[in-house]
């Protein structure tokens, strides 16, 4: 076979060999992408549920008398109590979407709400009428608000880091899934137990 030939076929297969190449590799990357987006927009629209169902609640608040103030998740009624605990439920069960940090504030925030939804169950167990619920509800927001209100602005810190790094899958994927390092007793982290009385002025 002559040498030009030979160099012709040659030079054919190579380049063939590198097109191939560079074909799956940009696939690859195609791929990739394509799982990575997917990733971010699953991570986004929790972020998103937070922003609308946890915080424009936490954000809402009512005035009682001076320097008196409660989160409105504890003035509206059972009703309105028993919806953002089921929002905060909703946001919980997407937890692997979120940060660890995120996730652990979360589960904090979910303890503190608890402790008046065992309250209120307890109340209801005892046939409370519904008037004695909701002021006892109320008098639970007035004590635990600075408690609540930390714990917002805590969320929302972490969140907002979160955002910032959302592009970076990658460490997000490497991240280690961990329970909450802090089990907190509610009654005592705000400095101040909650018998259930209420003193409302």
């Known amino acids: 076979m002559p040498t030009w030939l030979a160099t012709i076929i040659m030079s054919g297969v190579t380049a063939g060999v590198i097109s191939g190449f560079m074909t799956?590799?940009?696939?690859?990357i195609e791929y990739r992408n394509n799982y990575y987006r997917q990733i971010i927009d699953k991570r986004l629209n929790v972020y998103e549920i937070i922003e609308k169902d946890?915080?424009?609640?936490?954000?809402?608040?009512?005035?009682f008398g001076e320097n008196k103030f409660s989160h409105t998740i504890f003035v509206n009624g059972m009703e309105?109590?028993?919806?953002?605990?089921?929002?905060?439920?909703?946001?919980?069960?997407?937890?692997?979407?979120?940060?660890?940090?995120?996730?652990?504030?979360?589960?904090?925030?979910?303890?503190?709400?608890?402790?008046?939804?065992?309250?209120?169950?307890?109340?209801?167990?005892?046939?409370?009428?519904?008037?004695?619920?909701?002021?006892?509800?109320?008098?639970?927001g007035i004590l635990r608000f600075s408690f609540f209100r930390e714990l917002h602005m805590d969320i929302e810190k972490a969140a907002k880091n979160d955002l910032k790094n959302l592009h970076k899958?990658?460490?997000?994927?490497?991240?280690?899934?961990?329970?909450?390092?802090?089990?907190?007793?509610?009654?005592?982290g705000p400095g101040q137990a909650f018998s259930g009385r209420h003193e409302i002025k």
Do not use: C, P
């Open 24 to 28: 799956f590799w940009l696939k690859r």
């Open 169 to 188: 899958v990658w460490k997000y994927l490497k991240e280690e899934r961990t329970l909450s390092a802090e089990n907190i007793d509610v009654k005592k």
């Open 80 to 140: 309105g109590f028993q919806g953002f605990k089921a929002a905060l439920t909703n946001v919980l069960q997407k937890k692997i979407w979120i940060s660890n940090n995120t996730g652990h504030l979360l589960d904090k925030l979910e303890r503190g709400i608890n402790e008046i939804r065992d309250m209120w169950l307890k109340m209801i167990s005892e046939n409370k009428d519904v008037d004695e619920i909701n002021k006892t509800f109320i008098a639970f």
């Open 54 to 63: 946890i915080f424009y609640a936490l954000n809402s608040l009512r005035r």
